[in-house]
């Protein structure tokens, strides 16, 4: 409401400047001269100007992204902030060149930037959505297209520029389109693998690898940029303080790019070459399903050094994220350093030792698992003991027999929970549907790769809707005597 | 979601949304409030910021370590579980909402007005109406 009047008094005002020029010199080119000779009616026109701006970015996002998320906003407004200080930093290296060109370049660099930003988080939120569109397709496309065009016209002019010029504020501007255009490139590589992985009908097992790899190599062509950037600015300048910002964090996202294929690909190589199959006996001795994926394991299973098992794929896919056992955190990379260095006979208690005092009898539920949820938080540290972990235990009780969760634990965290009384957690819905508490995750799960374009699960989801049908909770057992209760209530994508 | 017996979120009743990614459980899901909280640990438009839902990779207060990270073990009733704990006991190190760890740390008689009155809210009870 107040952007609609501070806009409609823009207009009025630069209608009043003008008319008031024209009316004073009744021809074209004396209006212009009279206007421009005075600084009020200038001032004017440049915050019309900015208006006109502003109004052009609205309907540029109207056109190319339809309504901001809430983290979309809060992203842009964010880091547009830093970019108008690191503008103004830039200012200040370039106060002989200082225009009001300058500034419209300015204002146009930072106006093309705020879209890539958006183009980027779009992009990555195609990976959460469930349902993309067609429009969202060609919504993107065009943008990217729109925006890399753009930033290599700049670069060109600027490097164009440079040559005849010599090295002017056209160098910043060369170098600033450069980096839109890597982060342009490395969209549109995200892009095409959230594409091909949204065809495919079941998760795509090296996409993340992918992903790892577009980073390296993008983030490779930035810190090289930021470099020679750096140097020519010092070599014909001063340093650019205002570089020294994004280039920290792009060296930083490089490292960790860095960090990240090694690390994976080293996890991924042990569990090929180090860690045994189940063999079937192991995976009938204990409750076979795996963690990751919840279905059953029959074949093609992986057992770590700590003894939990998994799909060999599925665990591919944790390792290309996380270098540590999904069940019990343990380190991987360094439990097979460990393995390699222990003499064989030693080998199948050590890695198990820390939490073997913990291990559920096998045909129980859920496994604990050290520090949860809370074990190692701040409030619940204990420096000298060992941490205790909280056990949940599925029990069935009941006329209806409804699945029971029985949590116990004895971090102090949960003392508190448990000094009002033992907390039960029971799941039931209002119809009769009784699901267990794997049932009811493994339902959420299917029901999420089911809506996200999966037909493999349809008879689950089914069963999921029905459930979800009957406005399920979760609720506290001993809620009927006035103990905390948890409602859940709802299982929503994001909108 | 009902706020913990003998804190002063108790009697409260809080809708939330949590929001799974494609790569559910490789990824942990998200969990959002979807009415007006203050909380030392929950963002100003309701997003939840407890470590079981942070990837070990990231690590936005710095000081988390891994052990307490998201892993495809946890599951639906852990996350409530813990965010039902963090409802009784805020975590005001990790401050989500700057504001509300201040006074949940140095005024926390005023902490718990506030929090009466979202609970009043939250069950549809104007300031009006009971005062
Ligand atoms: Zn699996
Ligand atoms: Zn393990």
New binding site residues.
Partial sequence: MRGAALTTASFVLTAAVVGHAYYQKKQFYPSVVYITKSNPSMAVLYIQAFVFVILMGKLVKKVFFGQLRASEMEHLIERSWYAVTETCLAFTVFRDDFSPKFVAMFTLLLFLKCFHWLAEDRVDYMERSPVISVLFHLRVLTLLLFLGTLDSLWVNFAYHSTLTKGATVQLVFGFEYAILFTIICSVLLKYVLHTIDLQSENPWENKAVYMLYTDLIMGFIKVFLYTAFVAIMIKIHTFPLFAIRPMYLTMRSFKKAVNDIIMSRRAIRNMNTLYPDATPEELASMDNVCIICREDMNTACKK?????IFHTSCLRSWFQRQQ???????DVLRASVRQIQQPPAQQPQQ?QQPQANNMPQPGQAMPP?PGYPFGSHPFSREQDSPMLPLEVLLLHQGSRNLPLLEVTSNSPRHRLLKSHRQRHLLLSTSKSFNFSSRDYDRAIYNYHRCTAGCTRYSTKCNAWDAWNASHATIYDASSFSNDATIWFTQVTHLA | MSGPEGTCFEGGVFPAKIIFPTDYPLTPPKMKFTCEMFHPNIYSDGRVCISILHAPGDDPMGYESSAERWSPVQSVEKILLSVVSMLAEPNAESGANVDASKMWRDERELFNRRAKEIVKKSLGLDKTDTS
């Fill in positions: 770590l050094p700590c003894n939990h540590t056992c999904p069940t019990c955190r343990m890695p698992f």
